[in-house]
C-alpha cells in the first residue's frame, strides 16, 4: 500500500486523484504546511527538498508530483493512463507534462509565492501583474495545443490531464482568467471526473478542525 504525504489545496491532489483513477489503496498522511511539519527533521529524512506531495513506495520515497503521477501510471495503468514508450503519442505526453509544469504552472506558483508563500520581505507586488500575464500566455498556448481533442493525449485520459485539470482548478481559485471556450470545456470535462471528487474530498476530511 501507497501512503502519500500531502495537504488539501496543493499539489498532493493529483497524486491522489491518480490513486483513485487507477484504484488503488493508499493512505493519506496529512503534512500541516500551517504548522510547519514539512520543516521538521523526520519529514526532511523522506524530502529534502521540504515539499509535498511525498508518496511513499515500496521501493523508497518519490517527490515532485509530475514524477509520482507518471510512475503511477507506468506501473499500474500502461495504455490505459499513459501511452507506451517510444510512441509519437508518448512523445506528445512528455511534451505536454513538461510544459505543463515549466509554463503553465510556474506564473500560479509565482503569484501564490508573492502573495503567501515567501517571507514578507521578499514579495514583489508587481510580480502578481507579471505572473498574471505570463499565465494568459502560457494559456493561449495550452489552448492552441488541445485544439478540439478531448483530452491532451487525444481520445485518452492520461495523468498529463491530471495535472493539466488541477493546474485549472488552481487557476479558478486563483482568480485567473480561463475564459477560451476550448479550455473551459476541457476543464469542466476533466474536473467532473468522480475520481477527482473522492480525491477531494479524501483530502479535505484530513484537515484538522482547527484549519
Not at 78 to 84: A, D, R, S
Not at 97 to 126: C, N
Not at 182 to 187: D, E, G, I, P, Q
Request: overall charge negative; aromatic content about 12%.
Amino acid at each position: 500500500m501507497y501512503t502519500l504525504y500531502g495537504f488539501p489545496k496543493t499539489r498532493s491532489v493529483r497524486v491522489a486523484w491518480a490513486l483513485e483513477e487507477l484504484g488503488l489503496d493508499y493512505q493519506y498522511q496529512l503534512v500541516n504546511l500551517r504548522a510547519g511539519e514539512h520543516l521538521s527533521a523526520q519529514f526532511r529524512t523522506l524530502n529534502p527538498a521540504a515539499k509535498i506531495p511525498l508518496l511513499v513506495t515500496e521501493d523508497g520515497p518519490l517527490a515532485e508530483s509530475a514524477a509520482i503521477v507518471t510512475y503511477l501510471a507506468e506501473k499500474h495503468g500502461m495504455e490505459e493512463f499513459i501511452p507506451k514508450p517510444g510512441t509519437y503519442r508518448r512523445g506528445c505526453f512528455e511534451q505536454m507534462m513538461h510544459f505543463l509544469v515549466t509554463e503553465l504552472e510556474q506564473p500560479l506558483w509565482s503569484m501564490a509565492k508573492h502573495d503567501f508563500a515567501l517571507p514578507e520581505q521578499y514579495r514583489i507586488k508587481a510580480m502578481q501583474d507579471t505572473a498574471l500575464w505570463e499565465f494568459e500566455r502560457a494559456l493561449k498556448a495550452f489552448s492552441q495545443m488541445l485544439g478540439d481533442s478531448e483530452f491532451v493525449c487525444g481520445d485518452l485520459f492520461t495523468v498529463a490531464d491530471i495535472v493539466a485539470g488541477q493546474l485549472l482548478a488552481w487557476a479558478k481559485g486563483a482568480s485567473a482568467p480561463i475564459g477560451i471556450e476550448n479550455v473551459v470545456a476541457y476543464s469542466n470535462r476533466v474536473l467532473s471526473r468522480p475520481a477527482y471528487e473522492s480525491a477531494w474530498k479524501n483530502e479535505t476530511a484530513h484537515l484538522p478542525a482547527s484549519l
